[in-house]
């Protein structure tokens, strides 16, 4: 096989390398950080990337041991990498249009286009993850309780003005 045979991404070059073993690279719409596996035929896998250069200093701390300070150029990268201004934001951003109500400063219940359910999301350092899926919004408030032991008054105001059953679930009388 030839070594000019492209690959699914884009590669956009070396942005800093960290050692021998750890190196930073843009894929055209997120930076990545890859590792050295001394493999002659493919040495540098990707593993693990981000948009966002505060998510990539994070991972860069994590999986190689480096401080963020310690890597030349990553510090000059933009907050936000060129390639992906203009997306629409994923259901584990911040901006996410999809979200119903925040129940909290960890919680917040969301919805999908096309999708007739309602979603628990939890959020952490590396965004918001789902953590619960249901139409019924008893279930919603049972999952909410049973993760954080207790819901505050503004969570519980949320939750009650919305509908028992998810809307994209009622079935259609004749």
């Known amino acids: 096989m030839s070594a000019n045979v492209p690959t699914k991404r884009e590669y956009h070059g070396v942005v800093a390398e960290i050692n021998n073993e750890w190196r930073l690279v843009n ?3 997120r930076w990545a950080v890859q590792r050295n596996n001394g493999d002659v035929s493919r040495p540098w896998r990707t ?3 981000s948009h966002r250069r505060d998510g990539l200093a994070h991972l860069v701390e994590r999986l190689t041991g480096a401080t963020a300070e ?3 150029g990553l510090h000059a990268l933009p ?3 060129p390639g992906h201004v203009g997306r629409p934001a994923g259901k584990r951003s911040d901006e996410y249009g999809g979200v119903v109500c925040l129940l909290g ?3 917040r219940l969301i919805e999908e286009p096309g999708v007739p359910q309602w979603t628990l999301q939890r959020c952490y350092k590396s965004g918001w ?3 619960s899926y ?3 919004k008893d279930q919603i408030e049972r999952r909410l309780l049973q993760a954080c032991g207790s819901i505050d008054e503004a969570a519980i105001k949320a939750l009650r003005a919305l509908p028992d059953i998810h809307p994209g679930n ?3 009388s004749n």
């Open 47 to 49: 593993v693990a990337g």
């Open 170 to 172: 009622r079935r259609k």
């Open 105 to 107: 400063a960890e919680w």
């Open 70 to 72: 310690s890597v030349s």
């Open 79 to 81: 907050d936000l990498h």
């Open 129 to 131: 993850r789902d953590v």
């Open 27 to 29: 894929l055209g719409v």
């Open 134 to 136: 249901s139409r019924r």
